[in-house]
Antibody, heavy 123, light 106 residues
Framework: EVQLLESGGGLVQPGGSLRLSCAASGFIFSDHYMDWVRQAPGKGPEWVAR??????????EYAASVKGRFSISRDDSENSLYLQMNSLKTEDTAVYYCARGENWGGYRYFDFWGRGTLVTVSS | DIQMTQSPSSLSASVGDRVTITCRASQGIRNHLAWFQQKPGKAPKSLIK???NLQSGVPSKFSGSGSGTDFTLTISSLQPEDFATYYC?????????FGGGTRVEI
């Protein structure tokens, strides 16, 4: 059974930093692209970042709203995904989901999501 | 960025009704569109990928169609457990973008 379990959320002041983790199990983690998606209270989901697999040199993509402040990484030996968030703003307040990028026809969509971890940026 | 416009933003329907939700992309995305269902307090659940391919384990009352810029999600016979918000996602071009959602009320 595919499982994704996020952790590391909490309350942080504007300008602060936080590191989110996602523990994966039930599938071959190293074979998959992985993503972070967030959802602000009462809003729709917003894609945040993607990291490709080893065959693509772990290359990354970011939403413009977080580029230069957030960094996605992974540790295939630990089946773990990370999101380092710096210079946090109040508008970064959201539930952050870890999602698996499944390949269908050469393009990746999200087929499994974790339960999410809440990040609140407030003074 | 590719804008995804969903309509309607909300709808009310009765059990047994056929419901159709549309999603329009601001530029062509081939068939690189997915649909998700989200219930309150839960993570989104994948329903359909590549516009018309049902995700494993999803009941056949859900179906999708479309290509290019115009897409639809249809629920053939609405049941109480289908009360949820539905989102489309384009995964053709970065940044990946979601539609604004359609809230389905029973």
């Amino acid at each position: 059974e595919v499982q994704l379990l996020e952790s590391g959320g909490g309350l942080v002041q504007p300008g602060g930093s936080l590191r989110l983790s996602c523990a994966a199990s039930g599938f071959i983690f190293s074979d998959h692209y992985m993503d972070w998606v967030r959802q602000a209270p009462g809003k729709g989901p917003e894609w945040v970042a993607r990291i490709r697999d080893r065959s693509k040199s772990y290359s990354t993509e970011y939403a413009a709203s977080v580029k230069g402040r957030f960094s996605i990484s992974r540790d295939d030996s630990e089946n773990s995904l990370y999101l380092q968030m710096n210079s946090l703003k109040t508008e970064d307040t959201a539930v952050y989901y870890c999602a698996r990028g499944e390949n269908w026809g050469g393009y990746r969509y999200f087929d499994f999501w974790g339960r999410g971890t809440l990040v609140t940026v407030s003074s | 960025d590719i804008q995804m416009t969903q309509s309607p933003s909300s709808l009310s329907a009765s059990v047994g009704d056929r419901v159709t939700i549309t999603c329009r992309a601001s530029q062509g995305i081939r068939n690189h569109l997915a649909w998700f269902q989200q219930k309150p307090g839960k993570a989104p659940k994948s329903l359909i990928k590549a516009a018309s391919n049902l995700q494993s384990g999803v009941p056949s009352k859900f179906s999708g169609s479309g290509s290019g810029t115009d897409f639809t999600l249809t629920i053939s016979s609405l049941q109480p457990e289908d009360f949820a918000t539905y989102y489309c996602l384009q995964y053709d071009t970065y940044p990946l973008t979601f539609g604004g959602g359609t809230r389905v009320e029973i």
